[in-house]
Structures are given as C-alpha cells and as structure tokens.
C-alpha cells in the first residue's frame, strides 16, 4: 500500500445550486449537511480548511423562466441567489464564501480560463447538425430533447443520458425525439462550436480513477468506472444562447460558455472572490487536498468532466475524493421541483422555527450515502420526539436539573470510581475514536449514531446509579455520579458540534463554558470542580402530532393538485403531412410466444407472426403486461422501421401501444381476432 498522502490543508467545495428556484431537502442530505458536518469537524480539529459555495446562474432553464415570466434573467438569479444564501445562512451551512457565477470575477476567471485552452489548441472546432426548436427558434440543449432510448426502449430518454439504463447518449440517437420545451418535433441546423476531446484524456482519467483512487465510494467508481467503460466522446463547451458568458473569441457572437465547463470555475473565481491575494495556495499548492460534495448526479461532471477540464489547464490541483451521495426521496416517492413535491428549506425555516437542528439531525440519521432514502413526516417526528428529546435532551436535562437541585448548579466533586463508573467511562472512550474515524471517511451517518451512543449510556448510567434514591444515606456518592454525567455532558457539547451546531452552542451556554476543541473529546475534566452551571432549560421539545398532519395535508393537496393535471389529455402535436404518415407500414401481428429480457425490467421480447414470417419485436411494456397476456393475442405493430439493437438484440419493428395520460399506463392496441396476421391498416 502507497503510503497516503499528507496535505496542509483542505478546500471543500459544494455543488452550486441554480439560481431558478429555491433549494430543499434533498439538495440538504445529498450535498449541504455533509459538506457542512465535514467542515465544522476539519475546524474543530484546528486544520486550515476553506468552504466554497455559490449560485449557478447561467443556462437555458433560467432564460426560460425569465421568457415565461416577462422578466429578465438577471431578475431571476438576483432573486434566487438572495434566497438560496439567506436559507443556507438560517440553517446554519458556515461558507467561508457563497459568490456566484454571475459576478465580474467569475466572468473574468472562466473567460481566461477557455481562452487559455483555446490558444493552447486543446478545443476542437466543428460545424455540424444540431436539434433546433422550429416553435421556440432555438437550438436545444440535449436534456431539453427526450425520446426513446435505443439501447433499453425506455420513454423519455434525455437526449445526453438514459436514466433508466444509464447509457450515455448522443441525442441524434434518440427514437422519435422531442422537444421539452414545446413538445415539437426539432429539426437539425448547422451551428459551429467548440469541443472539450474528452476521448483524449481517457487513458489518463481511467489511470487517475480506476487505480489512483480506489479508495473512492463504491457508488462514485462504480460510475466512472462505466462511463469510462463505454468510452468518452468530445463534449461541446459552448452553446447558442443570449444569457450566458459570451465565448471570447472572434467569430463566436450569440455563443457562450455551456453552464456545465462555466460553472465548475465558480469553485475558482468564489476562492478568488474571498482571496484574491492567495487564492493560489488553495487552487495550485499540490499541499492542499481538494473535496467536491456532490449528489450522484453530478458525479460525472465532478469526476471525470472537471478533471479533464483542471488537466487540460495543467496548472491546477485535482480533487482528491468525491463523496457524493444518492438521492432523497419524499413519502416514497422522488423528489420533483417541476411537481412542487418536496420540502423547501425557506418553508421549512417558517413553519418550524428554531429547529434547524432538528432537520439536521433527521438527514443525517437517514442520509442517502450508499443508497436512494426516503424522508417521511413520521420518522421525522420520531427521530425528534424519540431521539432528540428522550436520549439526549433527557439525559442533559436530568444531570443539569439534579446538580442544580442538589448541589445548586456547581459541578460536585469526584470520589472514589468502582468497577460501574471506569466501565462507564471506558465504554465512552471506545466510542470516541469511532465518531472521529467515521468522520474522516464521510459516513456521518455512521458518526452520529456513535455520538448519540454517548448519551445512551450516559441515560442508561443515571438509571443504573439511581442517584435520587441515595441521596440522603450517600451524597459522596451522588457527587461522584453527577460529575461524570456533567463530564458526559461536556463531551456531547463536542460530539454533536458538527451536526447540531445550533443546539450544541445553546448546550454550551447551560453548561456556561466556552467551546471545547476535538482533541477534548474524551476527557473527565472538560468542567472543573465547583464551576457554576447556567439554570436548566430544555435542549429539544416534543413535535406534536398537529405539526405533522399540516405537513402531511399539504403533500396530500400536492398530490391531489400533480393527479388533476395529469389526467388532461396532452396537446396535439404538430401537423405532420399525409405523405409521411403514409410511409409507415401499420399490419397485425400474432403473438407466438413472448419472454422477458434478461437484465431488463422494462423490455418484452415477443414473436410475431406478421404473415410471411415470424419476427422479434422488443417493447418496453413489461411492467404493464406479463408475457401470459400476450401469447395468442393479434395486436398492431410497424413493419418497415430498420431494425434496431436493443440490450444486445435485435428489434424488427415497434408493437403500437396507447399511454392513458389518467393512469401512466401502456395499453397495447390489441385487435379483432377475425384479421389475419398480415393484414395492413390504411
């Protein structure tokens, strides 16, 4: 094993939100608690640590929420920035700096960073044929183009990536592709634009990743490994758009910079924002360790994109971990902006005031970090009313109210320990090193169990000693008790500093001391004897059942609202002339035999009788129909579509099928047994 490296100190940066709507609680779990834990711990331990965040502000959803409210984009982002940044300061995320990559800086920076490249000949220039809404006049970025996948037949491809397969796409090679935007059929235009080769760097990359960074969370690998398995192709680092930074060179006007190579450098220019002196140190000191915090859908970007970008440039650091985590869901199902199903942390801050802290807790005890999690209303209370309050705000409130009651709020003095209490005080001693090392490696929530530990046994050692039931025949001997429960206390005000920073600086105050640093975790003297506690108040109160059901009956209006507007019919699509209607070759087939696909929870392989032959069709019904329902059944297809290769096999036509717009659900267009397979429809 390659000895590890040691740095001097660490930039974190956390992806940048974009600026065209407020942010919730999956962007919270996925990327914001983790980044903010992590550095709250990095500060306590006295390392030199900076934290970089900031608004994304460019791309074509912000031009197109400015078109649809009549305003400009700049009215949009200076709107969303200000309450993106006003919510992550309320909830507590400590930014050395939150900029944005609206500001001259961040222009300047990503300017004379492509221009570098450019004059270094690392772009490469083309012209060629992109997708053009004919409705919108406006050439479409490839998440703004859907269809069916190629590879697993699944609807609503994007036209850069499956999401249901996960095969990176180009989005020429989308079946029947679509605009997002207007829903017309988008037509190919010639435009000129300049291309990151990312091909080039492929070797390299799988060198970097694959075998330099093994260490590397098993989900982020996992998906470089498969990008980079599939081969990389050249990306285009500028687009036709009016709200963006202009490309600065000659011959590119009404270009800019694509958001995806613009935004990565708002890590740069935010440092340079804070530090312009010594910006450098953070950015170029191969001393300094580099952390991205991500969510799994920017692992791509973060892990093989920016890397690529920072190796072209030659002068800069590369991030030496990336631990992003899964998604959140909500009440079981995904979180969706466009749908209004989710939390929103501004909305949150009102209808919960003064319990930051409580949401803290919740996503981290429920983080994402290996797998796709669910935040429920219930747990959410739960973890409050049975973990906040009855572990740890109970044994806190018990030690401070006993020593007041008893010793009039001054920490007693410390006897003779027997066998009880060193076990006790060993046992907390044995947590300790796991909450730090659990810490280090990103599994917070691995670390707040082990801290919450602390205050299990602290409960379980004040119901084991009964100190109010010795009071009178043993006081020495209650002194000892509460000296190690205060002691367990202070210990708690520093295990839960990073994840409850709002609640460990009110604990602080009723223990009326000043904050304790990392390396005082674990001891028994963190409060002297005779020190003066603060009166006792409650750490966490209940979260009663009314509070939830507002919750619960506003998602259930959501719900109800997302249903209503679903079951309209969707528009007509755009006229289409008889001539290529006609060329289509509709004929009935008879189903022969039908199986699943191996390795695909979508795809039907079906034997058709068409007439003359027999043939395979692969459609995406399966999660609609089983192969039984099939077999026997004469059903409506197109003959003469080129065949296509689906998960390794190959498709020899398209079986027609009707989406009821009402339930989601595939219905396939069966017909009258009494026509012969063969028959064609005119």
């Given at each position: 094993?390659?000895?590890?490296?040691?740095?001097?100190r660490?930039?974190?940066?956390?992806?940048?939100?974009?600026?065209?709507?407020?942010?919730?609680?999956?962007?919270?779990?996925?990327?914001?608690?983790?980044?903010?834990?992590?550095?709250?711990?990095?500060?306590m331990?006295?390392?030199?640590?900076?934290?970089?965040?900031?608004?994304?502000?460019?791309?074509?959803?912000?031009?197109?929420?400015?078109?649809?409210?009549?305003?400009?984009?700049?009215?949009?982002?200076?709107?969303?920035?200000?309450?993106?940044?006003?919510?992550?300061?309320?909830?507590?995320?400590?930014?050395?700096?939150?900029?944005?990559?609206?500001s001259?800086?961040?222009?300047?920076?990503?300017?004379?960073?492509?221009?570098?490249?450019?004059?270094?000949?690392?772009?490469?220039?083309?012209?060629?044929?992109?997708y053009?809404?004919?409705?919108?006049?406006?050439?479409?970025?490839?998440?703004?183009?859907?269809?069916?996948?190629?590879?697993?037949?699944?609807?609503?491809?994007?036209?850069?990536?499956?999401?249901?397969?996960?095969?990176?796409?180009?989005?020429?090679?989308?079946?029947n592709?679509?605009?997002?935007?207007?829903?017309?059929?988008?037509?190919?235009?010639?435009?000129?634009?300049?291309?990151?080769?990312?091909?080039?760097?492929?070797?390299?990359?799988?060198?970097?990743?694959?075998?330099?960074?093994?260490?590397?969370?098993?989900?982020?690998?996992?998906?470089?490994?498969?990008?980079?398995?599939?081969?990389?192709?050249?990306?285009?680092?500028?687009?036709?758009?009016?709200?963006?930074?202009?490309?600065?060179?000659?011959?590119?006007?009404?270009?800019?910079?694509?958001?995806?190579?613009?935004?990565?450098?708002?890590?740069?220019?935010?440092?340079?924002?804070?530090?312009?002196?010594?910006?450098?140190?953070?950015?170029?000191?191969?001393?300094?360790?580099?952390?991205?915090?991500?969510?799994?859908?920017?692992?791509?970007?973060?892990?093989?994109?920016?890397?690529?970008?920072?190796?072209?440039?030659?002068?800069?650091?590369?991030?030496?971990?990336?631990?992003?985590?899964?998604f959140?869901n909500?009440?079981?199902?995904?979180?969706?902006?466009?749908?209004?199903?989710?939390?929103?942390?501004?909305?949150?801050?009102?209808?919960?005031?003064?319990?930051?802290?409580?949401?803290?807790?919740?996503?981290?005890?429920?983080?994402?970090?290996?797998?796709?999690?669910?935040?429920?209303?219930?747990?959410?209370?739960?973890?409050?009313?049975?973990?906040?309050?009855?572990?740890?705000?109970?044994?806190?409130?018990?030690?401070?109210?006993?020593?007041?009651?008893?010793?009039?709020?001054?920490?007693?003095?410390?006897?003779?320990?027997?066998?009880?209490?060193?076990?006790?005080?060993?046992?907390?001693?044995?947590?300790?090193?796991?909450?730090?090392?659990?810490?280090?490696?990103?599994?917070?929530?691995?670390?707040?169990?082990?801290?919450?530990?602390?205050?299990r046994?602290?409960?379980?050692?004040?119901?084991?000693?009964?100190?109010?039931?010795?009071?009178?025949?043993?006081?020495?001997?209650?002194?000892?008790?509460?000296?190690?429960?205060?002691?367990?206390?202070?210990?708690?005000?520093?295990a839960?500093?990073p994840?409850?920073?709002?609640?460990?600086?009110?604990?602080?105050?009723?223990?009326?001391?000043?904050?304790?640093?990392?390396?005082?975790?674990?001891?028994?003297?963190?409060?002297?004897?005779g020190?003066?506690?603060?009166?006792?108040?409650?750490?966490?109160?209940?979260?009663?059942?009314?509070?939830?059901?507002?919750?619960?009956?506003?998602?259930?209006?959501?719900?109800?609202?997302?249903?209503?507007?679903?079951?309209?019919a969707?528009?007509?699509?755009?006229?289409?002339?008889?001539?290529?209607?006609?060329?289509?070759?509709?004929?009935?087939?008879l189903?022969?035999?039908?199986?699943?696909?191996?390795?695909?929870?979508k795809?039907?392989?079906?034997?058709?009788?068409?007439?003359?032959?027999?043939?395979?069709?692969l459609?995406?019904?399966?999660?609609?129909?089983?192969?039984?329902?099939?077999?026997?059944?004469?059903?409506?297809?197109?003959?003469?579509?080129?065949?296509?290769?689906m998960?390794?096999?190959?498709?020899?036509?398209?079986?027609?099928?009707?989406?009821?717009?009402?339930t989601?659900?595939?219905?396939?267009?069966?017909?009258?047994?009494?026509?012969?397979?063969?028959?064609?429809?005119?």
């Amino acid at each position: 094993m390659p000895e590890k490296k040691q740095f001097k100190r660490t930039l974190v940066t956390s992806a940048l939100p974009y600026a065209n709507g407020p942010v919730h609680i999956g962007h919270l779990a996925g990327v914001y608690i983790p980044a903010d834990i992590y550095v709250r711990f990095k500060r306590m331990k006295g390392e030199e640590v900076l934290f970089i965040g900031g608004s994304d502000e460019h791309g074509v959803p912000i031009s197109l929420k400015a078109k649809k409210e009549g305003v400009s984009p700049r009215d949009i982002v200076d709107r969303y920035h200000k309450l993106i940044k006003e919510s992550f300061e309320e909830f507590g995320i400590s930014f050395d700096i939150y900029g944005r990559t609206s500001s001259p800086t961040h222009e300047k920076t990503a300017s004379d960073f492509f221009k570098k490249l450019y004059e270094e000949g690392k772009f490469v220039e083309e012209i060629n044929e992109q997708y053009y809404d004919p409705e919108e006049k406006m050439f479409l970025a490839d998440r703004y183009i859907t269809g069916t996948c190629p590879h697993c037949g699944a609807e609503g491809a994007y036209g850069d990536q499956c999401e249901v397969c996960g095969t990176s796409l180009n989005a020429t090679e989308l079946i029947n592709p679509k605009s997002a935007i207007s829903g017309a059929t988008p037509v190919l235009k010639e435009t000129k634009h300049w291309y990151l080769p990312l091909n080039q760097y492929e070797s390299w990359l799988k060198e970097w990743i694959l075998e330099g960074h093994k260490e590397w969370k098993n989900n982020v690998y996992g998906q470089c490994k498969s990008w980079l398995d599939m081969g990389l192709h050249p990306r285009a680092v500028s687009r036709d758009l009016d709200w963006g930074i202009p490309v600065p060179v000659e011959g590119a006007e009404g270009k800019v910079l694509y958001v995806w190579f613009d935004a990565p450098i708002g890590y740069i220019s935010n440092t340079k924002e804070l530090l312009p002196e010594s910006w450098e140190t953070w950015w170029k000191d191969s001393s300094t360790r580099l952390i991205h915090f991500i969510g799994k859908d920017n692992i791509v970007f973060h892990c093989i994109v920016f890397p690529a970008m920072l190796k072209a440039e030659g002068s800069f650091i590369l991030p030496d971990n990336v631990p992003a985590n899964e998604f959140l869901n909500l009440e079981g199902n995904k979180i969706s902006t466009s749908r209004n199903w989710a939390v929103w942390l501004h909305e949150y801050l009102r209808d919960f005031p003064g319990k930051q802290d409580v949401l803290r807790y919740v996503l981290t005890a429920n983080a994402p970090e290996t797998k796709d999690n669910d935040f429920t209303w219930t747990d959410f209370q739960a973890r409050n009313n049975n973990e906040l309050v009855a572990i740890l705000g109970n044994f806190v409130n018990r030690s401070l109210v006993l020593t007041q009651k008893y010793f009039n709020g001054k920490v007693p003095s410390l006897g003779v320990l027997n066998e009880y209490d060193k076990e006790t005080l060993e046992r907390m001693k044995e947590i300790i090193p796991q909450i730090t090392e659990h810490l280090e490696g990103f599994r917070f929530r691995d670390a707040l169990k082990e801290a919450m530990n602390i205050a299990r046994l602290g409960n379980k050692y004040l119901a084991d000693t009964e100190p109010w039931k010795i009071i009178k025949e043993d006081p020495s001997r209650v002194e000892t008790i509460l000296y190690i429960s205060l002691q367990l206390t202070a210990n708690l005000a520093i295990a839960f500093s990073p994840f409850t920073p709002f609640a460990s600086k009110k604990l602080l105050a009723l223990l009326a001391t000043t904050p304790f640093e990392w390396k005082d975790l674990g001891r028994i003297d963190l409060l002297e004897i005779g020190h003066q506690l603060a009166t006792p108040e409650l750490l966490f109160e209940k979260i009663e059942d009314i509070e939830v059901e507002k919750q619960m009956n506003r998602l259930a209006r959501i719900a109800e609202e997302n249903r209503q507007q679903e079951r309209k019919a969707p528009a007509i699509r755009t006229n289409c002339v008889f001539e290529d209607f006609a060329k289509c070759d509709f004929r009935v087939g008879l189903v022969t035999s039908c199986n699943r696909v191996p390795k695909s929870d979508k795809l039907l392989a079906l034997t058709i009788q068409d007439g003359t032959k027999e043939r395979t069709i692969l459609s995406g019904i399966a999660k609609h129909y089983t192969p039984e329902e099939l077999v026997g059944k004469k059903l409506l297809f197109i003959a003469n579509l080129p065949p296509r290769k689906m998960m390794g096999r190959e498709s020899e036509g398209m079986v027609l099928c009707a989406e009821d717009f009402a339930t989601e659900e595939l219905k396939v267009l069966f017909v009258e047994d009494s026509l012969s397979p063969g028959s064609t429809i005119s």
